[in-house]
């Protein structure tokens, strides 16, 4: 039941119309409705919720103070309706939703390569695949499963792993040789690619060389993995990335292994999901594919 201060979406819709417009008559425009529907409509919100809404200022509406903080909540709420919308409409006769959360990088270079696998596999299903850096509260987000490391694993959640994060350093052939093999002293000498969320990553590497890193912070600083690999590509120095997200790039050419070293990464890439999902048939045939599908990786086997 709708509580009478609850504002219906076509009094949100001309609330918004107004704000953009500045006139009733053009809003009415905007709405395909008449310019007494479009005044009923405001009077109908501001009587709903008690406050002016726009003062009229040389003939133009101007929104209040209490018009504008309204505005701000009433446009999210309707791109959000819209989303919903799109999201229910997209699903195309099908009738199951997955919706992933899954580090940026390990999306577009590993996971989306081989998505056709499983579209194949599973028709039926629709992925809603969004990206994210940090852990996933599946109490909160609007989430059914993370493919993430598995030490952002949130409280409560299962998680399956799936593959090892061996970090190796890469670099352009213009910069490395296209053959590579960089002593660790010269990749010393060379801008180093920071990856801003995981800024150890190169002291752990020349601990492991047992060098001093006094050049660790001497390169720019991105926000994830892919930037780290657009700039190495860009020829701004060698990147320290983990080698499941750079087995295309290396086979291409476009980028070479720079040195012999590697780094573990402490923790492996894994399926995060809350205990309630191994219900969800959806859930279990994008699980399975995936269990399969990490095996083959590990084993070498590419995306199709």
Known sequence: MRRPYTPTVGELETLRALAQSGSATRAAQTL???????????????????????HRVRQRLILS???????????RILAELDGAALTVMSFGGREQLLRLVVL???ASAWLIPRLARFAALAPDVTIDLTSALGPVDFSRD????AIQRLE?????????ALLDETLIVVASPDIAGPAGGLTDGEIAELPLLQQATRPDLWLRWFQVAKMDAVSILRGPRFEHFGMVLAAARAGLGAALV???LVEEEIASGRLVRA????LDGGSPYGLIFPPQQADNPAFAAFRDWLVDEAAGSARGS???
């Open 32 to 54: 395909g409705l008449t310019q007494s529907a479009v005044s009923r409509s405001l009077r109908s919100l501001e009587e709903r919720l008690g406050v002016r809404l726009f």
């Open 65 to 75: 103070d209490a018009g504008r903080s309204f505005l701000r909540d009433a446009e």
């Open 104 to 106: 940026p990088t390990f």
């Open 142 to 145: 609007p989430a059914d499963a």
């Open 152 to 160: 952002l694993r949130s409280r409560g959640a299962e998680a399956i």
């Open 242 to 244: 983990p080698h499941v």
């Open 259 to 262: 040195s012999a070293r590697s």
């Open 302 to 304: 590419g995306p199709a």
